[in-house]
């Protein structure tokens, strides 16, 4: 299985795949991609139009340069994903994920429809939502359970509904840090903020939340409302002091490696080697972030 490389994503917005007024505004709420939704914010009774009507949805996204996600219904896997599974479609996101057998239930639809619909093997990649308690046992079996599978992030509402617990940022930490590093065990990438997703009116509390998950280790977040995807997308973008002291810094390991000096001071601390490989992933996230298309 051939695979795509590594998409920068700060910012995901969910939009009812079945609301023609989202759909044709998405292009214009900043995001990073698009999470056209066929789960919670779809009625019951409106899950097959839904589903219906998203083929042409992610093609209109996609169409306007946006990189399209679809979140499917853990009991309607199958369904929803015949109707995800086109050209127009980056990933699905696995609600409710447990255990690893949706996650590889998933990839052997994938790997079946891509090769019926002449799509390019593996282009279609999975992220799984972590929702339940019972999960973190099996966060490293589900991390590692496909090569399709991109990242994770936590579910705060449910997750927290099944821990009896309210969603606070003192209590979603732990497991949120917990996400993060299975996906770094798995190499892949880890979404979210120890905060509830339904943050959008305190945008201030929002932001806390999303700098703290840049120092936990998170890549970007998901979202559920337009005013949050500029917090978002600034808060997953490194600084431009930071920036510029990391390229200094791996400057000035490029003279003290041609000098032979193994360790060397950098504004009064000693540098070695960990602290060079962030310096490195700084920057290598910084270039990638500048060469997203502007919209």
């Not at 997308?233 to 930071?242: D, G, I, L, V």
Request: charged share 20%.
């Amino acid at each position: 299985m051939t695979t795509q490389s590594a998409p920068v994503w700060r910012s995901l917005l969910f939009i009812p795949a079945n609301n023609q007024k989202f759909v044709g505004k998405a292009h214009t709420r900043g995001a990073d991609g698009i999470i056209l939704d066929l789960e919670d914010s779809v009625a019951p009774e409106q899950k097959a139009a839904a589903r219906l009507a998203l083929p042409a949805a992610a093609r209109q996204v996609a169409a306007n340069g946006i990189d399209v996600l679809v979140r499917v219904n853990a009991e309607w896997l199958p369904e929803d994903i015949q109707a995800a599974a086109t050209a127009a479609v980056r990933a699905l996101l696995l609600p409710k994920v447990n255990t690893a057998a949706p996650v590889l239930k998933a990839a052997a639809l994938l790997d079946r429809l891509e090769g019926e619909r002449g799509l390019p093997p593996g282009s279609i990649r999975l992220l799984a939502q972590i929702e339940d308690v019972r999960a973190l046992p099996n966060l490293d079996a589900i991390a590692s359970s496909t090569p399709r599978l991109l990242g994770m992030s936590l579910g705060s509402e449910d997750f927290s509904a099944s821990a009896a617990m309210l969603p606070l940022p003192e209590t979603l930490y732990g497991p949120n840090q917990q996400v993060v590093f299975a996906c770094r065990r798995a190499g892949i990438l880890p979404f979210g903020f120890p905060a509830s997703i339904t943050l959008f009116s305190d945008l201030d509390a929002l932001q806390h939340a999303a700098i703290q998950a840049t120092a936990m280790g998170f890549v970007g977040a998901f979202c559920i409302h337009p005013k949050q995807v500029p917090v978002l997308n600034q808060a997953f973008t490194p600084a431009s002091a930071a920036v510029l002291d990391a390229r200094t810094l791996l400057a000035e390991f490029a003279r003290a490696e041609a000098e032979g000096r193994g360790v060397f001071a950098f504004k009064g601390k000693m540098v070695d080697l960990p602290v060079i490989l962030r310096a490195r992933e700084l920057v290598a996230r910084a270039e990638a972030i500048a060469a997203i298309p502007a919209r």
